[in-house]
């Protein structure tokens, strides 16, 4: 386990220490009552375990996840760190903000970098509503590298997914996949042609209703996928994408030692922590300009006994176990659960108390006290979707079968040359370079580890911000 050095602010003192204290989940391993909540990395906590990925069927209870906010359709320009908040502040309320992100995404010049800097496992942004079923489009430029892997897709809380994901080695291909609860079945994959993805903007869109996905390039159809070609006799079900997911775009390290050797193979090789990225702007990086989300009506038959939040009503993980309901998704602090939304810092409660009683105006937020519960977990290598589980068997590069009818968009043959203006290339020379701790913006950052990790210490009430590498 990598342990990154974690800063404080004001009065915040934190530590990272292993997700060995904190207990595993997954295949039918529930959490405990006390730690109720289980991560989509299969741990269990409290507070953003039980918000954005919160698996509701290893949970203690299904009602241990925190309703999740209902899809919101909205463009967004993504020239800047405003309407993102760090999930180690974010409570759940979607109204305030539309990005929650963990690693380090910083603004540069029209548009958003997701880094990733030696020894960490990347950066991720994934939004704060759920989309079930629209239309979803980003423009965005690749990572480019050995074992470095960026990823534009739809990721639910039961891993239904919808992927785009570019390999570092292959700048000349758009890998499109989609799982049904996260089983790993590579032959979904299948890739689509088009120019150099690390040096050209390309806006990539996925097109999801409950009949079929379409995956598009530059407004060109890349590959359709119908509802009724993914039936499975075996166990005689539709195995399609059909339950509420948020949009996350990422950047990873597919190429870890730590990683399964499939996983590794696949992207391309062990990550190069040398090379001409790393020496001249101390991280890897993707480029992201814009995301459009468009919310289509939900199925005709789901069930609503509200408009605000999706929740899962009952076992299975299909389209049939959701309900959209009116369920608050808010949590009170960090302390909290799906089924104790209020739980709140103990000085906080007692400072309350203390305020009312005195006729103070004093407010709760702001004592301190500590926590020794796991209330973030973090990201690891294996990245945030099912390509990164992939086994020593799994061991093909591909993203699945090439696609007869791919498109070969305008702007030359891909591969790691291509031209392209010097506004597009690398942050180098531009008084960005953050490789050194000497930047000033690097000192709002911190490496964080391959794995599961928790918060400890001193903390306020609100939980002042910590930039860390944790993810959702």
């Given at each position: 386990m990598h342990r990154g050095a974690l800063l404080g602010l004001a009065a915040l003192a934190v530590s990272v220490v292993s997700a060995a204290d904190s207990p595993t989940c997954g295949n039918g391993s529930k959490c405990p009552s006390?730690?109720?909540?289980?991560?989509?990395?299969?741990?269990?906590?409290?507070?953003?375990?039980?918000?954005?990925?919160?698996?509701?069927?290893?949970?203690?209870?299904?009602?241990?996840?925190?309703?999740?906010?209902?899809?919101?359709?909205?463009?967004?320009?993504?020239?800047?760190?405003?309407?993102?908040?760090?999930?180690?502040?974010?409570?759940?309320?979607?109204?305030?903000?539309?990005?929650?992100?963990?690693?380090?995404?910083?603004?540069?010049?029209?548009?958003?970098?997701?880094?990733?800097?030696?020894?960490?496992?990347?950066?991720?942004?994934?939004s704060s509503t759920y989309m079930w079923y629209g239309r979803v489009s980003a423009t965005l430029k690749s990572s480019r590298g050995k074992g470095v892997v960026t990823a534009f897709i739809l990721l639910s809380d039961v891993k239904d997914e919808i992927d785009y994901e570019f390999i570092g080695t292959d700048l000349s291909t758009a890998q499109s996949n989609y799982y049904y609860q996260g089983i790993t079945n590579y032959d979904n994959g299948m890739n689509i042609s088009l120019s150099d993805t690390f040096q050209n903007y390309h806006t990539y869109t996925i097109d999801w209703t409950p009949e079929q996905i379409t995956w598009s390039v530059d407004g060109q159809v890349g590959r359709t996928k119908k509802r009724s070609e993914t039936y499975n006799k075996t166990t005689n079900r539709y195995e399609?994408?059909?339950?509420?997911?948020?949009?996350?775009?990422?950047?990873?390290?597919?190429?870890?030692?730590?990683?399964?050797?499939?996983?590794?193979?696949?992207?391309?090789?062990?990550?190069?922590?040398?090379?001409?990225?790393?020496?001249?702007?101390?991280?890897?990086?993707?480029?992201?300009?814009d995301v459009k989300m468009e919310c289509y009506d939900p199925p005709s038959n789901a069930r609503k006994s509200g408009s605000k939040s999706y929740v899962f009503t009952k076992d299975g993980g299909t389209e049939?176990?959701?309900?959209?309901?009116?369920?608050?998704?808010?949590?009170?602090?960090?302390?909290?659960?799906g089924t104790n939304m209020s739980a709140?810092?103990?000085?906080?409660?007692?400072?309350?108390?203390?305020?009312?009683?005195?006729?103070?105006?004093?407010?709760?937020?702001?004592?301190?006290?500590?926590?020794?519960?796991?209330?973030?977990?973090?990201?690891?290598?294996?990245?945030?979707?099912?390509?990164?589980?992939?086994?020593?068997?799994d061991s093909n590069s591909g993203g699945g079968r090439s696609n007869?009818?791919?498109?070969?968009?305008?702007?030359?043959?891909?591969?790691?040359?291509?031209?392209?203006?010097?506004?597009?290339?690398?942050?180098?020379?531009?008084?960005?370079?953050?490789?050194?701790?000497?930047?000033t913006q690097n000192t709002n950052s911190a490496s964080g580890g391959q794995g599961e990790q928790v918060l400890r210490g001193s903390v306020f009430a609100g939980l002042v911000a910590v930039a860390g590498m944790l993810l959702l």
């Open positions: 006390n730690l109720p909540c289980c991560s989509q990395y299969g741990a269990c906590g409290v507070g953003a375990y039980c918000l954005g990925g919160c698996d509701p069927f290893n949970s203690n209870s299904r009602e241990s996840c925190v309703p999740a906010p209902v899809c919101k359709s909205a463009e967004y320009k993504l020239s800047s760190l405003d309407g993102i908040e760090s999930n180690t502040k974010y409570l759940g309320d979607a109204s305030k903000t539309n990005w929650v992100s963990s690693g380090q995404p910083v603004a540069f010049q029209d548009s958003l970098l997701l880094t990733m800097r030696p020894d960490t496992v990347g950066t991720l942004l994934a399609y994408p059909q339950t509420p997911a948020r949009v996350q775009l990422s950047l990873w390290p597919g190429g870890l030692p730590t990683n399964g050797e499939g996983t590794i193979n696949w992207a391309g090789g062990l990550v190069d922590w040398n090379a001409q990225d790393i020496q001249s702007n101390g991280y890897y990086y993707a480029s992201v300009k049939d176990a959701v309900e959209i309901t009116d369920k608050p998704g808010v949590l009170k602090s960090l302390l909290g659960s709140d810092y103990p000085s906080a409660r007692s400072s309350s108390s203390s305020a009312k009683a005195t006729g103070s105006q004093t407010s709760s937020a702001t004592p301190e006290a500590t926590s020794d519960v796991a209330t973030v977990p973090g990201m690891t290598g294996a990245g945030p979707g099912t390509n990164g589980q992939r086994g020593a068997s007869s009818n791919s498109n070969s968009n305008s702007g030359g043959s891909g591969g790691s040359g291509g031209s392209s203006s010097s506004s597009s290339a690398a942050p180098q020379g531009t008084g960005f370079s953050q490789g050194a701790s000497t930047n």
